[in-house]
T-cell receptor, first 117, second 115 residues
Framework: GAVVSQHPSRVICKSGTSVKIECRSL??????MFWYRQFPKKSLMLMAT?????????EQGVEKDKFLINHASLTLSTLTVTSAHPEDSSFYIC?????????????FGPGTRLLVL | AQSVTQPDIHITVSEGASLELRCNYS??????LFWYVQSPGQGLQLLLK??????LVQGIKGFEAEFKRSQSSFNLRKPSVHWSDAAEYFC?????????????FGQGTTLQVKP
């Protein structure tokens, strides 16, 4: 099956620093990847759609200068949380659409737990 | 408005008993429907999906779901639950003519399995 990885799995950083999270499709190509945020006991909130070779599309209310997304290749998208603050602490999950499968199905990464002190 | 509703926030069943998790959706176009499962601290694993054709779809781990257009439902079922099925279950809808790939998720149902 299609596998998506994320790195790191968890990260602790100081307030004001930036953190980069990588999302990779390991055995398929993905022109589109998605970034979600999940709060405890809550559903997933779509933050942005990451398109290979073009600018990301952000959902309403998501600060694009705060959450920088780069999708430089068909297998890698990165999310950088800039000047992180404690309220940015959350579980971040990416997903990727499998081109070969008609791009109808999203496969999810294992998530990254971010804690900002 | 497009939405997904999972009416049951929390369900407890005994091991070996049957299970049905409800999912209702509101979507303007032909929906693509998905069920995902999430274990604590983990990402989402795809259980099954429906795009078209046979309205009863089989998934992994012995799960199945039935698409009922007249009821706008896509309920997930399993005839005999195992303790390892305890997790969070999410129903999601996407697709349509534009097929942006965006998914709309339900609120999730927490499944607890009693020994």
């Amino acid at each position: 099956g299609a596998v998506v990885s994320q790195h790191p799995s968890r990260v602790i950083c100081k307030s004001g620093t930036s953190v980069k999270i990588e999302c990779r499709s390991l055995d398929f190509q993905a022109t589109t990847m998605f970034w979600y945020r999940q709060f405890p006991k809550k559903s997933l909130m779509l933050m942005a759609t990451s398109n290979e070779g073009s600018k990301a599309t952000y959902e309403q209310g998501v600060e694009k200068d705060k959450f920088l997304i780069n999708h430089a290749s068909l297998t890698l998208s990165t999310l950088t949380v800039t000047s992180a603050h404690p309220e940015d602490s959350s579980f971040y999950i990416c997903s990727a659409r499998d081109l070969a499968g008609g791009a109808k199905t999203q496969y999810f990464g294992p998530g990254t737990r971010l804690l900002v002190l | 408005a497009q939405s997904v509703t999972q009416p049951d926030i929390h369900i407890t069943v005994s091991e070996g008993a049957s299970l049905e998790l409800r999912c209702n959706y509101s979507y303007g176009a032909t929906p693509y429907l998905f069920w995902y499962v999430q274990s604590p601290g983990q990402g989402l694993q795809l259980l099954l999906k429906y795009f078209s054709g046979d309205t009863l779809v089989q998934g992994i781990k012995g799960f199945e779901a039935e698409f009922k257009r007249s009821q706008s439902s896509f309920n997930l079922r399993k005839p005999s639950v195992h303790w390892s099925d305890a997790a969070e279950y999410f129903c999601a809808v996407g697709g349509g003519s534009s097929n942006t790939g965006k998914l709309i998720f339900g609120q999730g149902t927490t499944l607890q399995v009693k020994p």
